[in-house]
Every structure is written in C-alpha cells, then in structure tokens.
C-alpha cells in the first residue's frame, strides 16, 4: 500500500506534467516565430528518455514483478501482451479523433496572424459552428493526454525517480503540443485567451486520468496489477515517441537534430538511472 505523501508527489508531478501544455500556448502568443530547430531538439530529446525508459527500465521490471507473482513463462507472455496493449490502446484513442481536430496536428506560430485575417467576422451561424469547433478540439485534447496522466502517475507511485524523468518527457512533448492546441482554437474563436486558456485547461486531463486510474486501480492493488499497468505504460510511451514525437521532431527541423535530441535524451536516461 502507499502512503498517502507517495501519491500526492506522484499526483504532483502529474499535474506539472500536464499543465506545461500552457507554456507552449504562452509560447506561441509571446513570440512571432517558430523556433523549429529547438522544437526538433526538444522532441528528440523526450522520444530518447522515453524509450529508453521503456525498454531499459520499465518494461524489465513490469516483467521482474510479473515472472515473480506468476511464473517465468507466464510473466513473460503477460507483460509482452501488455506492452502491446499499452500501444493498442494509444493508437485506438488517436485514431477516433479526426486529423483536424487532433492536437498532434503540426502547427506554426506564424499560421496565427495569418490565420486571423480569414475568420468569419460577421454571421452568428459560422461563429456558432466556430465555437463548438474549439469546444470539439478541447476534448479532442482530452481524451489524447488521459492516458499519459496515468502513465506519469504510475511510475512516480513505483520509482519517485523514474517518474521525475518520465513527467520532464512528458511536460517536454506537451510544450509544442500546447503550440498546436492553440492555433486551431484560435482560428475557431479569433480570441487568443479563449486559446491560451482551453489548451492551459486541456493538461487538467492528465491529472485527472492520474486520479481516475488511481481511484479504479486501488480497490484491486497488486504486484501482478502494477505489473500490467507498468508494461502498458512502457507500449503507450513507445508508441507517442514512435508515432508523434520522431515524425514530429523531423518535421519541425533537420533530421540529424532529431537524432541529437534522441540520443541527448537517452544519455541524460542513462545517466540518471545510473546516478540515483
């Protein structure tokens, strides 16, 4: 069982986590250009951390917990199907959501003031239609960030230090994010603090799929149920750094900057691990 200062730090970190997707609107109101080189970078970096805790760190000790609660052949067969799992479900989630309304849409800062001049300023009916666009794109948003609270949670409840590192991979990839929130909602409302505040509120849905999970997974905490959770934490982080963070990364800048951030995150893992 955990204690109760355990949780509130995990839940901690959680919510950081999810609420850096307001710097990324801050960001994309504050400044005039896209700074795609320290995008890239920035993105390589957190695919690197994530995937090097995934397969270095968690997926092993999901299958450490397992092999011991039920047997080496079967903890091997679990935790492999959940891995799978964690990424089955990812990519079901992206896959409901509609590519415009998908806040894994790139954007740029400049498409804001280019934009502006093309929103309907005069009909009731486009500004209604407008509207519950934004409404649309903030659950949107929601529903993509519910299953990343959970995966910052759960780590930070097994290993404090793992879920530092983890919750700094994810407050790093919800920064651009909060950039590509913003600008199609500010295209839906032409109100930059409608903008700034339903892609600040969007990262509420971490904490609050931290909380939810929590809450479903206490009544039947156990080594082999954190096992699980722990491996489909794994599939799902494999699977946002694989199908959002790289492509993202080489998009926004130069291929070989990618790959520096990549394997800049991976070192800064390692080392981690290493040190405490």
């Excluded at 986590?17 to 504050?30: E, N, P, R």
């Amino acid at each position: 069982m955990y204690t109760n200062d355990q949780v509130l730090f995990a839940f901690g970190l959680t919510v950081l986590a999810g609420l850096s997707t307001g710097i990324g609107s801050a960001i994309a109101f504050l400044t005039r250009q896209t700074n795609t080189r320290f995008l890239s970078v920035a993105m390589g970096f957190s695919a690197g951390v994530m995937l090097y805790v995934s397969f270095v760190e968690i997926f092993v000790k999901a299958q450490h917990v397992l092999v011991l609660d039920v047997g080496e052949n079967a903890g091997m067969w679990v935790t492999t199907l959940a891995f799978f799992g964690g990424m089955a479900l990812i990519a079901a989630i992206d896959k409901m959501v509609p590519s415009y309304e998908n806040p894994h849409q790139l954007h740029s800062i400049e498409e804001m003031d280019d934009g502006q001049s093309n929103l309907p300023k005069d009909s009731a009916h486009d500004f209604g239609k407008l509207k519950r666009m934004g409404v649309f794109a903030a659950m949107a948003i929601a529903i993509h960030n519910f299953p990343e609270g959970l995966a910052t949670f759960t780590a930070a409840l097994a290993d404090p230090s793992l879920g530092v590192a983890i919750a700094v991979a994810i407050a790093i990839h919800n920064i651009p994010e909060g950039i590509a929130v913003s600008i199609p909602i500010f295209y839906a409302t032409g109100s930059r603090k409608k903008a700034f505040r339903y892609s600040f509120l969007s990262g509420l849905s971490e904490p609050l799929g931290a909380l939810v999970g929590y809450l479903i997974l206490m009544p039947f905490l156990s080594p082999y149920v954190m096992g699980v959770v722990f491996a489909s934490v794994a599939g799902i982080m494999v699977f946002i750094s694989l199908d959002l963070l790289l492509p993202a990364a080489q998009e926004y800048g130069e291929h070989h900057l990618c790959t520096y951030g990549l394997i800049s995150g991976m070192a800064v893992m390692a080392l981690s691990l290493l040190l405490l």
